[in-house]
């Protein structure tokens, strides 16, 4: 079946500064999604890549999918305290309803 | 607001007992999907129902029924209520099937099983 992991785990910046999580597939990409959670809420979509090589922004944030869509980064530009959460991957590999997610990165940002 | 709306918020059971957990969206989305969270293992899903009339089984189904009473109603019951459920329960919906648009989440429901 496949698999998303998530890394790193966690993630300590200070404000200001830039970051990246990577998100790797044991299996072709049909559809990658961007998630971010607060702690002790639900999950809000960030945003969507299908195309290999596609890259996405939403303000600070931009995603990436490289070109074999097995892998996809989220970038944080300048970051600030109120990027602090959670931000999970998820795909629906294989076509079907059965979306996965990967185990997320825990983001702090120290003002 | 639009949205994903989970009761209850919260919900001690004793081991043995059972409950429901309720979905609603007013989105008018045909897909509807209910989660387990749990540290260090991301989101599992437990049960699906791709349109109103049908579910099916996720990764972990074991210990639940779900039910898609029409289309903006899934609720998920817990029979007899076991400490490995303890958990964070989340429903969400989407528009398309596989996600296409992102799906919606509710608040969850943070279940404690003694």
């Known amino acids: 079946s496949q698999e998303l992991e998530q890394s790193p785990q966690s993630l300590i910046v200070q404000e200001g500064k830039n970051l990246t999580i990577n998100c790797t597939s044991s299996k072709t990409l049909y559809g990658l999604y961007w998630y971010k959670q607060k702690y002790g809420e639900g999950l809000i979509f960030l945003m969507m890549l299908q195309k290999g090589g596609e890259e996405k922004s939403h303000e600070k944030i931009t995603a990436k999918l490289d070109e074999k869509k097995q892998q996809s980064s989220l970038h944080i530009t300048a970051s600030q305290p109120s990027h602090a959460g959670i931000y999970l991957c998820g795909a629906d590999g294989s076509g079907t309803y059965k979306y996965i997610f990967g185990t997320g990165t825990r983001l702090k940002v120290l003002a | 607001n639009a949205g994903v709306t989970q009761t209850p918020k919260f919900q001690v059971l004793k081991t043995g007992q059972s409950m429901t957990l309720q979905c609603a969206q007013d989105m008018n989305h045909n897909s509807m999907y209910w989660y387990r969270q749990d540290p260090g293992m991301g989101l599992r899903l437990i049960y699906y129902?791709?349109?109103?009339?049908?579910?099916d089984k996720g990764e972990v189904p074991n210990g639940y029924n779900v039910s898609r009473l029409n289309k903006r109603e899934f609720s998920l019951r817990l029979e007899s209520a076991a400490p490995s459920q303890t958990s964070v329960y989340f429903c969400?919906?989407?528009?398309?099937?596989?996600?296409?648009?992102?799906?919606?989440f509710g608040s969850g429901t943070r279940l404690t099983v003694v």
């Open positions: 129902s791709a349109s109103e009339g049908t579910t």
């Open positions: 969400a919906s989407s528009e398309a099937g596989t996600g296409g648009f992102g799906y919606t």
